[in-house]
């Protein structure tokens, strides 16, 4: 019965931690949000495989330990443990004890856990309903498309960049049927319009630091037309384009900004074609979305863990502000 308990307790910790648009506070005083809760690991080792968090700008991706207490990582042993080096993140009731380890700790309140409703127990795990598994592939495309994004900054300025990387875009969109349809003439339109629009000044007041409210421009965005775009259009476009685009060349705090966007921002409108695929998948959220298309172009297939998929795209390589396994050398600097 105690393990059981145990288990239940951490289904709920895991059910608590699944909202990527919640913000916390570590015990150092570092903004932390869950962009994926990982797999809960019943048997040795971590209780969190592969979670996904933001962590004052950077992505990490390692393992979290739930304990009760901060104490319980001390009686446990787990300093000696080669199987908790990977640990970034200490999951706790009550923080009585300091533990000198590269990692972070998060108090969480347990009587929030109380309000949960009870977690649903399944036979067989559907991949696409899993809701820690959906973050996966949300969070997996984002990456892949700022991975792409950096690759065309560095070869080119701002402005190239972009108008590659949105040509590129505009191209694999024309190749599908859509509706409603474009010719090649209103996608070149749209092309030179968007790379001489609000936009590249939007990513050159990224690029330079400048102040501006990334929030209020990235909604301004997706609502306004700018070019002769058409509203569904204009909303693929910002988020396969201009979103990976400005977090690859963001600063910490924009990319802190531009990534809370992202995973706390409305659907506009629902799907045809993730209805009909999803019907009892909620859309309520651009993140859903984003990643039942994702789940799509993997043709269902589930990633062992998101670190094997960031190693296959070479996200480490890429992208300086994600990190595996270890918390960025900053954190743990007097």
């Excluded at 289904?11 to 015990?27: E, G, I």
């Excluded at 809370?260 to 959220?285: D, E």
């Excluded at 298309?293 to 297939?301: F, P, T, W």
Aim: charged share 25%.
């Amino acid at each position: 019965m105690q393990v059981e308990n145990e288990r239940e307790l951490l289904r709920k910790v895991h059910a608590y931690l699944s909202n990527p648009s919640q913000v916390f506070m570590t015990q150092s005083n570092n903004r932390l949000q869950i962009l994926s809760p990982g797999k809960m690991n019943l048997y040795d080792g971590p209780d969190l495989k592969n979670i996904a968090i933001l962590l004052n700008g950077y992505v990490v991706v390692g393992d979290a330990e739930f304990h009760r207490s901060s104490s319980d990582w001390l009686r446990h042993a787990h300093s000696t443990n080669i199987e908790y080096d990977d640990v970034v993140i200490h999951i706790v009731f009550k923080d009585d004890t300091p533990i000198k380890r590269d990692f972070e700790t998060l108090v969480i309140d347990e009587t929030q856990l109380k309000l949960l409703a009870p977690p649903e127990k399944r036979t067989e795990i559907d991949i696409a309903n899993d809701i820690e598994e959906l973050q996966n592939y949300a969070l997996i495309r984002l990456l892949r498309m700022t991975a792409k994004a950096k690759k065309m900054f560095n070869n080119a300025d701002l402005r190239q960049g972009f108008h590659s990387n949105l040509a590129d875009f505009l191209q694999r969109y024309a190749s599908k049927r859509r509706r409603p349809s474009y010719d090649e003439k209103r996608l070149n339109e749209i092309l030179e319009n968007l790379t001489n629009s609000e936009m590249i000044d939007f990513l050159n007041f990224l690029e330079i630091k400048e102040t501006v409210s990334i929030p209020d421009t990235m909604h301004g965005f997706i609502k306004k037309r700018i070019a002769n775009e058409g509203a569904h259009l204009r909303r693929e476009i910002v988020l396969n384009c201009l979103l990976p685009s400005a977090l690859s060349i963001a600063d910490d705090n924009s990319r802190i900004s531009l990534f809370s966007w992202f995973w706390s921002t409305s659907a506009l409108n629902t799907y045809g074609v993730l209805k009909k695929r999803f019907p009892n998948i909620p859309q309520n959220f651009l993140w859903q979305q984003q990643g039942m298309l994702e789940y799509i172009k993997e043709n269902g297939r589930q990633p062992d863990y998101i670190s094997e998929t960031a190693n296959t795209y070479g996200f480490g390589e890429i992208l300086s502000f994600y990190k595996l396994g270890r918390l960025p050398l900053e954190f743990f600097e007097d």
